[in-house]
């Protein structure tokens, strides 16, 4: 069945970078977009950015633009968030989700939790 | 962008039924039908319940249903269960082609 594995969460200082990772498997990795997704503490979700099957479109929330980038493996089955310029309001459990039909995230990681602080 | 617009909280008695909308606008709600809506218990992943406004994935509850009309989408739940208590959240693709999610709605069944 469908797993989604985050990781490379953890405590960082501000204006420091955190790559997070995605390892999928399941199903025909190369064949789904991916997206991340993160929930701030006692806040709601908030989309975060989507990478197309084949890596070459990427979209993302304007809270983000221009300091996260999101890219993928297709050989081996990873979907990364390379997140630059932390500020303490990226604070928030990180999921990665597989698109189903056009727009909907049809399963979920576990999440990983990134902690901006000083 | 802003949150689509959800209401903070709904309840209901078990057996009954509720409805939670979703508000947004021309450039998401009201222009695609790319309606989804998420069942989220703490401490786990959220799960798709609705996903293209109607459309119940493999191995959801019938009691579940969605509609749309305008810019305001709404999730129905028949024969409210205990274990249907929690967080719903809907999204939308926007034109920018990014999503939004709606602000939440915390379930409490009475």
């Known amino acids: 069945q469908v797993q989604l594995v985050e990781s490379g969460g953890g405590v960082v200082r501000p204006g420091r970078s955190l790559r997070l990772s995605c390892s999928a498997s399941g199903f025909t990795f190369r064949s789904y977009a991916m997206h991340w997704v993160r929930q701030a503490p006692g806040k709601g979700l908030e989309w975060v950015a989507v990478?197309?099957?084949?890596?070459?479109?990427?979209y993302y929330a304007d809270s983000v633009k221009g300091r996260f980038t999101i890219f993928r493996d297709n050989s081996n089955n990873v979907a990364y968030l390379q997140m630059n310029s932390l500020r303490a309001e990226d604070t928030a459990l990180y999921y990665c989700?597989?698109?189903?039909?056009?727009?909907?995230?049809?399963?979920w990681g576990q999440g990983t939790l990134v902690t901006v602080s000083s | 962008q802003s949150a689509l617009t959800q209401p903070a909280s709904v309840s209901g008695s078990p057996g009954q039924s509720i409805a939670i909308s979703c508000t947004g606008t021309?450039?998401?709600?009201?222009?695609?039908?790319?309606v989804s809506w998420y069942q989220h218990h703490p401490g786990k992943a959220p799960k798709l319940i609705i996903y293209d406004v109607n459309n119940r994935p493999s191995g959801v509850s019938d009691r579940f249903s969605g509609s749309k009309s305008g810019n305001t989408a709404s999730l129905t739940i028949s024969g409210l269960q205990a274990e249907d208590e929690a967080d719903y959240y809907c999204n939308s693709c926007t034109t920018s082609n990014t999503l939004l999610f709606g602000g939440g709605t915390k379930l409490t069944v009475l």
């Open positions: 990478i197309s099957d084949d890596g070459t479109k990427k």
């Open positions: 989700a597989k698109r189903l039909g056009t727009w909907a995230l049809g399963d």
């Open positions: 021309n450039s998401d709600v009201g222009g695609y039908n790319y």
